[in-house]
């Protein structure tokens, strides 16, 4: 047995000097030399904090404190590099993993990635010499700082092939909600993304059930021909082309079905005050210099129906009487359908063709919404009765979302009230009313 404790011995031996020498050899020398070397393969300044080599668990080199950038838009909080050990002994070093650690990405960095990259068929090489090559990338805790949010912490793992093509890359948030898997497709890539109990971190904070998509991308942009969601409800199908070769853009059709559009609303940071299931059909497209102005030049056409619900703020047929004198302000009105057509264009949202139906009361007509959230349009509401004449009553729209008023028009009051006076209130003030109407159309007014 002497042979054993001899070779547990030298094992041991091994093992204390492969945990101890390292802390005794310093690899700071090459820093300025590595330093030159990818600056003048990226193009951008690169800092090296320290070098060290280590032993244990397998021998491997660490870098820490890695800057790119004249002002520092990639940080790297540590490198760690692993070899294969016979490949040392090779013409052609095999690194078996590098794992980066704490990578944090400004927004003008994210954007100048692409440029870092070839644009031919071999653009999925690393910027490393022929001599080596690199089998899995890991990098875990990445944060991308952008203008008005932070993207992640999210982990992501890269598999590249023998000529240092990517195989196959994967992101995953730290929570968990959200996987993307990339693969290479010839000169573009194949993208899978699901998400689940999901917000994005940008824009509306629309809240996902489910969210799934599938697509293709290249540096330019994507086109993504399947994309279903379940959120507050209902569901969404879609297809979107995005761009971002020069600004942002965007273009796109969706699907929407029984969709809660009352938390839809909020998300959208609206004022609630239309509740009920909506249905459309929206066109869309924009086009921006950033992905913070994208809301702001998105442009929307879409018919649109609900069902069963009800405008909050206003109080139509109360309105739609003679003795309101508040403009139906602070009412509610249960509809039993609305139909329309939604346009936007830059924050304006124009209501046309609306058809109103709720109970005895009818109304239809169009209404724009400003950008400050200002109404202004016509509502032309009817109210039947069994034993007493329709009542068509005009309805000008004013006040903002917040606080909407519907007042009848002027010509439309005047012709009611000579009719009540002459007639009665039985048959006059409808009469007088349309008289009015007439009156008021043939003046223009």
């Not at 903002?400 to 008023?405: G, H, I």
Request: zero cysteines; aromatic letters at 6%; hydrophobic letters at 45%.
């Amino acid at each position: 047995m002497k042979w054993l404790k001899r070779l547990i011995a030298v094992l041991g031996l091994i093992v204390l000097i492969l945990a101890v020498v390292p802390f005794f050899i310093t690899l700071d020398d090459y820093i300025p030399d590595i330093e030159f070397e990818i600056s003048a393969r990226l193009g951008e300044p690169v800092k090296i904090g320290s070098l060290r080599a280590a032993g244990l668990p397998l021998p491997h080199l660490t870098v820490r404190g890695i800057t790119v950038g004249a002002t520092e838009d990639v940080k790297v909080g540590k490198v760690t590099v692993t070899p294969d050990l016979w490949s040392l002994l090779d013409a052609n070093m095999v690194i078996k993993s590098i794992e980066i650690d704490g990578l944090a990405l400004t927004q003008v960095a994210a954007w100048r990635i692409s440029g870092w990259l070839p644009r031919d068929n071999k653009a999925r090489r690393l910027p490393l010499p022929s001599t080596i090559r690199v089998e899995a990338i890991k990098l875990d805790g990445v944060v991308l700082e952008l203008d008005q949010a932070t993207l992640g912490p999210f982990d992501a793992r890269l598999s590249l092939a023998q000529d240092g093509g990517l195989e196959a890359a994967s992101i995953v948030s730290r929570d968990g909600s959200l996987r993307v898997v990339v693969k290479p497709q010839q000169a573009s890539y194949l993208v899978e993304a699901y998400a689940r109990n999901w917000t994005p971190p940008l824009g509306p904070q629309v809240h996902f059930d489910e969210l799934a998509a599938k697509g293709i991308a290249t540096l330019n942009g994507a086109s993504f021909s399947d994309i279903s969601a379940r959120l507050y409800g209902g569901a969404v199908t879609a297809r979107l082309v995005v761009g971002w070769r020069k600004g942002m853009q965007l273009k796109g059709s969706a699907n929407v079905s029984s969709v809660d559009i009352g938390p839809l609303l909020r998300a959208l940071d609206k004022p609630e005050n239309l509740s009920g299931q909506i249905n459309a059909r929206p066109e869309f497209s924009a086009h921006a210099a950033s992905p913070g102005q994208i809301l702001e030049a998105l442009r929307v056409d879409t018919p649109f129906g609900v069902d069963d619900g009800v405008l909050h703020g206003v109080d139509i047929r109360k309105a739609a009487t003679f003795g309101s004198e508040d403009g139906g302000k602070g009412g509610e009105t249960r509809f039993d359908r609305l139909r329309g057509q939604l346009n936007i264009d830059r924050g304006a949202r124009r209501l046309t063709r609306l058809d109103i139906v709720s109970g005895s009361l009818s109304a239809d007509g169009n209404v724009t919404i400003s950008p400050q959230d200002q109404l202004s349009g016509r509502l032309n509401t009817s109210i039947k009765a069994a034993s007493v004449t329709a009542v068509s009553i005009p309805l000008n729209v004013s006040g903002t979302l917040n606080a909407p008023l519907l007042y009848p028009t002027g010509g439309t009051v005047a012709g009611a009230v000579a009719g009540t006076a002459v007639l009665g209130p039985v048959f006059g003030t409808a009469i007088g009313a349309r008289v009015g109407q007439w009156f008021e159309n043939l003046l223009g007014k």
